[in-house]
């Protein structure tokens, strides 16, 4: 399965076995979304249970906490995470918000998707990664899919979760690792090993990294599209990498990560979001703050630009394979 | 030189018909009398009572007579259950007013002046229902028997706070007397009103949602978001706008006040409206039971405009007089509605005013008994929940951050 049947598989899946479960959101029902995430699932679980919304993010994710408090366990999809801003106060004020503030007495299951990240010539408004604006909120969980098998086994525990997941889908990958190489051809999906997606349910755990290649001489931290870029970043420059796939920023993952810092005493840090107070930073002062002694060069980050996310200049914009190489070569020799 | 033949432009800031010194002027207020407005079919389609949203439905005479078509014919008993809850939510704000005047609370907001909005509500529907209130709405936990002491405790902030220290004062929850907890970010409950609503509708149950907000939020993307999910889904809620005249010190001028009233935003919308007087305990009960059978009969929201006027302070935070003619309250053309239902019950040989004073007694003393079971607990600062609970329920499980974090603090 490519990224989009994963994720497609797991909705239907949820739908099938709890009639709690909907999903809707613009352009999601009929047409089954622009990306086709939710597609058919109108035509097999009926059109009350999947459905189009109106262009009103504020809305869509206003009743989907109304419908979470009922008992329901909404899933809504954000078309492009660009748009989720219109919809920010909804998630962080409320939805976030919603058990503590209540002393326990409403919860807010509700499973936000929307597809993130650039790469595909989206310019401005198409190609954002706004994850560390959630990751900042308590109450939010943050989770960020980098290929099918995860796609599929995490949207389905977040749907199951009973606090409010933010979902991130890179769409640079629905349709096939993207090592960053942009000029080279694009294998699809069926050539990986984690697009051997069963057909049935299964679950993958929120809050475990994956653990992408083992390696001694230096950990990269990455998620999203910036796994496969970190993959061929470590093969270009020849370093012997341990490449973790994160998966989820909230909860996060800290034994992996600090296990594999202490083994390698060195780390690099990926992300598409522009550098200034970036996830990588949070990631950064942790590992600092557990490995310091462990750690023979400083901490190197691979981001994007503390610029709006261009058009023309998406490819020194992109965090590519040769950044990510540069990097490892500058921390292997003891850093700048 | 050249001259332009265009006249320059110039830029409206609308001002109320009174400021601070200024005699109260409503003379702009068209307010039918009492009677005169028809009461349309539940099953009217929006198009057809448009004019709804332009009058005013009023019940009570100035003589205290229920007249017209909407009167909703209550029994006596009903009529005073309503009075006595009424007296009881301004006791009870008086008293907590004045226990931040002692220093007892950081905060608080009275609701004087729009006590028959959320006790007539809150008497009409179920507890099954889900309200979604603003912090306006202590009438209706009141109406509904909800113990004054744990709202007090609330208030206190003390250890037996039922959210833990969490809220501000008066931003109660309280999930088995159907009132959603509340929002400090003005607006953002109408679309989950609408959802939750949209849920019940979408699971084929007959429970409806209820949800209130105030003239100046309807300025927020939220309530036009609301409306158009509530008209598209058809959800089985009712919108009510409480036009208080003031959003703190602005004028309902500011939100829109002046072009339209409240009620006719939902004519864009394809939703009835309905425009009423927000202190006639009898015009909000009929106007919400002609809503109610809307939505239980699936035949989708309705948009309420309560015609009221906020007379104390926005909160205990705010001094009204230094925007507004000081004595406006006092005459606001829609007079007091406890003294308008204590006049129709003495009217109809219903309440005398031994009966009322003894309510007024009786009221004081309950609101006394629980202020000294609350204020044993403790008043804030001086009692309150574990600090522990301070890093729990932020998720259904704690993750490790806060675990660790807890240990920081050392608890």
Same mark, same amino acid.
């Given at each position: 399965?490519?990224?989009?049947?994963?994720?497609?598989?797991?909705?239907?899946?949820?739908?099938?076995?709890?009639?709690?479960?909907?999903?809707?959101?613009?352009?999601?029902?009929?047409?089954?979304?622009?990306?086709?995430?939710?597609?058919?699932? %109108?035509?097999?679980?009926?059109?009350?249970?999947?459905?189009?919304?109106?262009?009103?993010?504020?809305?869509?994710?206003?009743?989907?906490i109304?419908?979470?408090?009922?008992?329901?366990?909404?899933?809504?999809?954000?078309?492009?995470?660009?748009?989720?801003?219109?919809?920010?106060?909804?998630?962080?004020?409320e939805?976030a918000?919603?058990?503590?503030?209540?002393?326990? %007495?409403?919860?807010?299951?509700?499973?936000?998707?929307?597809?993130?990240?650039?790469?595909?010539?989206?310019?401005?408004?198409?190609?954002?990664?706004?994850?560390?604006?959630?990751?900042?909120?308590?109450? =939010?969980?943050?989770?960020?899919?980098?290929?099918?098998?995860?796609?599929?086994?995490?949207?389905?525990?977040?749907?199951?979760?009973?606090?409010?997941?933010?979902?991130?889908?890179?769409?640079?990958?629905?349709?096939?690792?993207?090592?960053?190489?942009?000029?080279?051809?694009?294998?699809?999906?069926?050539?990986?090993?984690?697009?051997?997606v069963?057909?049935?349910?299964?679950?993958?755990?929120?809050?475990?990294?994956?653990?992408?290649?083992?390696?001694?001489?230096?950990?990269?931290?990455?998620?999203?599209?910036?796994?496969?870029?970190?993959?061929?970043?470590?093969?270009?420059?020849?370093v012997?990498?341990?490449?973790?796939?994160l998966?989820? =920023?909230?909860?996060?993952d800290?034994?992996?990560?600090?296990?594999?810092?202490?083994k390698?005493?060195?780390?690099?840090?990926?992300?598409?979001?522009?550098?200034?107070?970036? &996830?990588?930073g949070?990631?950064?002062?942790?590992?600092?703050?557990?490995?310091?002694?462990?750690?023979?060069?400083?901490?190197?980050?691979?981001?994007?630009?503390?610029?709006?996310?261009?058009?023309?200049?998406?490819w020194?914009? &992109?965090?590519?394979?040769?950044?990510?190489?540069d990097?490892?070569?500058?921390?292997?020799?003891?850093?700048? | 030189?050249?001259? $332009?033949?265009?006249?320059?432009?110039?830029?409206?800031?609308?001002?109320?018909?009174?400021?601070?010194?200024?005699?109260?002027?409503?003379?702009?207020?068209?307010?039918?009398?009492?009677?005169?407005?028809?009461?349309?079919?539940?099953?009217?389609?929006?198009?057809?009572?448009?004019d709804?949203?332009?009058?005013?439905?009023?019940?009570?005479?100035?003589?205290g007579?229920?007249?017209?078509?909407?009167?909703?014919?209550?029994?006596?008993?009903?009529?005073?259950?309503?009075? $006595?809850?009424?007296?009881?939510?301004?006791a009870?704000?008086?008293?907590?007013?004045?226990?931040?005047?002692?220093?007892?609370?950081?905060?608080?907001m009275?609701?004087?002046?729009?006590?028959?909005?959320?006790?007539?509500?809150?008497?009409l529907?179920?507890? @099954?229902?889900?309200?979604?209130?603003?912090?306006?709405?202590q009438?209706l936990?009141i109406?509904?028997g909800?113990?004054?002491? /744990?709202?007090?405790?609330?208030?206190?902030?003390?250890?037996?706070?039922?959210?833990?220290?969490?809220?501000?004062?008066?931003?109660?929850s309280?999930?088995?007397?159907?009132?959603?907890?509340?929002?400090?970010?003005l607006?953002t409950?109408?679309?989950?009103?609408?959802?939750?609503?949209?849920?019940?509708?979408y699971?084929?149950d007959?429970?409806?949602?209820?949800?209130?907000?105030?003239?100046?939020?309807?300025?927020?993307?939220?309530?036009?978001?609301?409306?158009?999910?509530?008209?598209?889904?058809?959800?089985?809620?009712?919108?009510?706008?409480?036009n208080?005249?003031?959003?703190?010190?602005?004028?309902?001028?500011?939100?829109?006040?002046?072009?339209?009233?409240?009620?006719? $935003?939902?004519?864009?919308?394809?939703?009835?409206?309905?425009?009423?007087?927000?202190?006639?305990?009898?015009?909000?009960?009929?106007? /919400?039971?002609?809503?109610?059978?809307?939505?239980?009969?699936?035949q989708?929201?309705?948009?309420?405009?309560?015609?009221?006027?906020?007379?104390a302070?926005?909160?205990?935070?705010?001094?009204?007089?230094?925007?507004r003619?000081?004595?406006?309250?006092?005459?606001?053309?829609?007079?007091?509605?406890?003294?308008?239902?204590r006049?129709?019950?003495?009217?109809?040989?219903?309440w005398?005013?031994?009966?009322?004073?003894?309510?007024l $007694?009786?009221?004081?003393?309950?609101?006394?008994?629980?202020?000294?079971?609350?204020?044993?607990?403790?008043?804030l600062?001086q009692?309150?929940?574990?600090?522990?609970?301070?890093?729990?329920?932020?998720?259904?499980? @704690?993750?490790?951050?806060?675990?660790?974090?807890?240990?920081?603090?050392?608890?």
């Amino acid at each position: 399965m490519n990224m989009i049947q994963a994720l497609n598989s797991a909705l239907d899946i949820k739908m099938a076995e709890d009639p709690t479960v909907l999903s809707f959101g613009e352009d999601a029902g009929y047409f089954g979304g622009v990306f086709r995430v939710t597609d058919k699932l %109108q035509q097999k679980h009926g059109l009350t249970r999947s459905f189009d919304a109106p262009i009103s993010e504020t809305g869509i994710v206003g009743a989907a906490i109304g419908m979470a408090a009922y008992g329901l366990r909404p899933v809504v999809e954000i078309q492009f995470a660009d748009y989720i801003y219109p919809a920010y106060d909804q998630i962080v004020s409320e939805a976030a918000k919603m058990r503590y503030r209540s002393g326990g %007495q409403f919860t807010s299951p509700l499973t936000i998707r929307s597809p993130y990240g650039g790469g595909i010539f989206g310019g401005q408004t198409h190609s954002q990664s706004p994850e560390s604006l959630f990751t900042h909120i308590a109450g =939010l969980k943050v989770v960020i899919p980098s290929n099918p098998y995860d796609a599929k086994g995490l949207l389905t525990s977040a749907i199951e979760d009973d606090d409010p997941v933010v979902f991130f889908e890179p769409k640079r990958l629905y349709n096939g690792p993207f090592d960053g190489w942009h000029e080279k051809p694009v294998s699809p999906w069926k050539a990986q090993d984690l697009a051997q997606v069963p057909t049935g349910k299964y679950v993958e755990p929120i809050g475990k990294a994956r653990v992408m290649k083992d390696g001694g001489d230096v950990t990269i931290l990455a998620y999203g599209t910036m796994v496969w870029v970190a993959l061929a970043g470590a093969e270009h420059a020849g370093v012997d990498a341990e490449v973790i796939d994160l998966r989820t =920023l909230v909860p996060l993952d800290i034994e992996t990560i600090e296990a594999s810092v202490k083994k390698t005493g060195r780390c690099v840090i990926v992300h598409e979001a522009p550098r200034t107070s970036g &996830f990588g930073g949070e990631l950064s002062a942790l590992v600092q703050e557990r490995c310091f002694y462990h750690l023979e060069a400083p901490i190197a980050r691979v981001t994007g630009w503390d610029t709006p996310y261009p058009h023309a200049f998406e490819w020194e914009y &992109f965090p590519g394979p040769q950044r990510v190489a540069d990097a490892l070569k500058s921390v292997m020799s003891g850093g700048r | 030189m050249t001259i $332009k033949n265009t006249q320059p432009l110039s830029l409206r800031v609308p001002e109320p018909s009174g400021r601070p010194g200024d005699a109260p002027d409503f003379s702009h207020l068209q307010l039918d009398p009492a009677g005169v407005v028809e009461r349309p079919e539940v099953s009217s389609a929006p198009y057809d009572m448009r004019d709804h949203a332009f009058r005013l439905v009023r019940v009570l005479d100035d003589e205290g007579r229920a007249v017209g078509p909407w009167n909703p014919k209550l029994d006596p008993d009903t009529l005073r259950r309503g009075l $006595k809850a009424m007296i009881l939510t301004r006791a009870f704000d008086d008293r907590m007013h004045r226990a931040h005047r002692q220093g007892k609370t950081s905060f608080y907001m009275k609701c004087t002046g729009e006590e028959a909005i959320a006790v007539a509500q809150g008497m009409l529907l179920s507890r @099954e229902d889900m309200g979604f209130p603003t912090y306006r709405q202590q009438g209706l936990l009141i109406a509904r028997g909800y113990p004054l002491a /744990t709202m007090m405790n609330q208030i206190y902030s003390n250890a037996e706070d039922p959210i833990k220290g969490r809220q501000l004062p008066i931003m109660y929850s309280a999930k088995d007397f159907g009132f959603f907890t509340i929002s400090g970010n003005l607006g953002t409950q109408y679309p989950q009103a609408v959802g939750w609503a949209m849920a019940s509708a979408y699971r084929g149950d007959d429970k409806i949602a209820i949800t209130w907000i105030g003239d100046g939020s309807t300025a927020e993307s939220d309530f036009h978001s609301a409306l158009t999910f509530a008209s598209v889904y058809r959800a089985p809620v009712i919108l009510n706008i409480v036009n208080n005249q003031w959003a703190i010190s602005s004028f309902q001028g500011i939100a829109g006040g002046l072009e339209t009233t409240f009620a006719s $935003k939902a004519i864009g919308y394809g939703l009835p409206a309905l425009r009423v007087d927000g202190n006639d305990f009898l015009a909000v009960w009929a106007a /919400t039971a002609w809503a109610e059978e809307r939505a239980r009969t699936n035949q989708g929201a309705t948009v309420i405009e309560l015609f009221t006027y906020r007379g104390a302070p926005h909160s205990t935070s705010d001094d009204p007089s230094r925007y507004r003619p000081g004595d406006e309250h006092e005459k606001w053309p829609l007079g007091d509605p406890l003294e308008r239902l204590r006049q129709h019950l003495t009217v109809i040989g219903e309440w005398s005013d031994d009966q009322h004073a003894e309510a007024l $007694k009786d009221a004081v003393e309950e609101v006394r008994a629980a202020a000294k079971e609350s204020e044993a607990i403790g008043t804030l600062g001086q009692s309150r929940p574990s600090v522990k609970t301070m890093f729990e329920e932020v998720y259904a499980t @704690e993750d490790w951050r806060l675990v660790e974090q807890r240990r920081e603090v050392g608890v």
